[in-house]
């Protein structure tokens, strides 16, 4: 019997010591540890021992079975560690790391900050309006006639009528609006800013979209305070600063119903910090917006008495200038939402 017990156990321990797979592992397990292995049925078969025989036979068994089971578990552990491809788990900390990207500014954003900064540092306000604005806010308080026809589908979106509602709605066509809303809630002398979204119906092309930013600048004091020279000087000086160059205006007469009398202005044709303009074209001159004396129709419209005060306003494009500025050649980049034109920014 004794001998029985220690040539079950040789054999176990040398069959185990060969082992390589994980499946043959298993067939040890059973024929050596399963409750039919031989081992086990010889402690089961101990009962029938003498005491004398039992006290020697049973400590072996016992003890080579625990045996067994020690080697058993270490070589489970030694087949699964060697089952791991260490190579392909281990970190390579000299690798660089995943880049983060970091957002950006629309250059629209960009140059809005810019206009507001060098506004303010000349001592004005920035003022907000709704994008959807009323018929008489966007058009009648600014003299427009009812019959104009910028009021047309052609150029104007309309908001569905609700015919409970007396006002008509539209998503507003420029930021003169808030020329009224603005004098409405402040008295003159006053300096303000807005810059804004504004919506047309209109055929896109490389200079035209259908919502664009511009920037209204307004500038009301007592008569004879605020006339077309401090307008010129205004604008010289805002350019000036926003190009990094001197920059002269041009003035051409002009008409919109809000001033009186009306110009289109140009710029003279700067070189963008030595880069050159995309927008500049031979002539010299880049036309960018429209200006004037605000109406003494537009003041009375915002409560004003006739013949008070008087004061410029003007209105354009800040994708024109952003255009300018960084060299972009086309104004429908800016709200396409295209990552390789944003990141260059
Ligand atoms: N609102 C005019 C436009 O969008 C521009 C403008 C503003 C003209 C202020 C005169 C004065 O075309």
């Known amino acids: 019997m004794k001998e029985h017990i220690e040539k079950i156990g040789t054999a176990g321990e040398v069959s185990l010591a060969a082992l390589k797979t994980m499946a043959e592992l298993l067939a040890w397990e059973i024929e050596y540890l399963s409750r039919k292995s031989e ?23 016992n003890a080579t079975k625990q045996k067994l089971i020690a080697l058993f578990e270490q070589a489970k552990k030694d087949l699964l560690e060697k089952s791991i491809d260490w190579q392909a788990l281990a970190v390579d900390i000299t690798a660089p790391g995943v880049p983060v990207h970091v957002g950006h500014l629309n250059p629209l954003t960009v140059v809005e900050h810019e206009i507001e900064d060098i506004f303010t540092s000349m001592g004005f306000a920035i003022a907000d309006g709704p994008e959807v604005e009323t018929e008489h806010y966007n058009f009648d308080a600014l003299n427009f006639p009812k019959d104009h026809p910028s009021r047309d589908m052609q150029d104007t979106f309309w908001v569905k009528e609700d015919k409970k509602v007396k006002d008509r709605f539209l998503p507003r066509t420029h930021t003169s ?53 401090t307008f010129k000087y205004v604008a010289e000086e805002f350019f000036s600063k926003f190009f990094g160059e001197k920059v002269t205006i041009r003035l051409r007469p002009s008409f919109f119903p809000f001033t009186e009398p009306s110009f289109e202005f140009d710029i003279s ?59 972009i050649t086309d104004n429908r980049l800016f709200l396409s939402g295209d990552l390789r034109f944003i990141r260059q920014f």
Not at 288 to 307: D, I, T, W
């Open 39 to 61: 081992l086990n049925t010889l402690l089961k078969g101990l009962r029938d021992l003498s005491p004398e025989e039992k006290k020697v036979v049973g400590p072996l068994a």
């Open 177 to 229: 609006g808030v020329q009224v809303r603005y004098m409405e809630t402040h008295k003159p002398p006053l300096r303000v800013i807005v810059p804004g979204r504004v919506f047309r119906n209109e055929a896109t092309d490389t200079t035209h979209e259908h919502t664009f930013y511009q920037f209204e600048c307004l500038m009301v004091d007592v008569e004879g305070q605020v006339t077309v020279a």
């Open 269 to 327: 044709c700067i070189l963008c910090n030595g880069k050159g303009c995309a927008t500049c074209k031979q002539a010299g001159w880049i036309e960018l917006g429209g200006a004037g004396m605000v109406n003494q129709k537009v003041f009375e419209a915002a409560g004003y008495k006739r013949g008070q005060y008087q004061g410029f306003a003007w209105g354009f494009g800040m994708g024109r200038m952003a255009m300018m500025k960084y060299g």
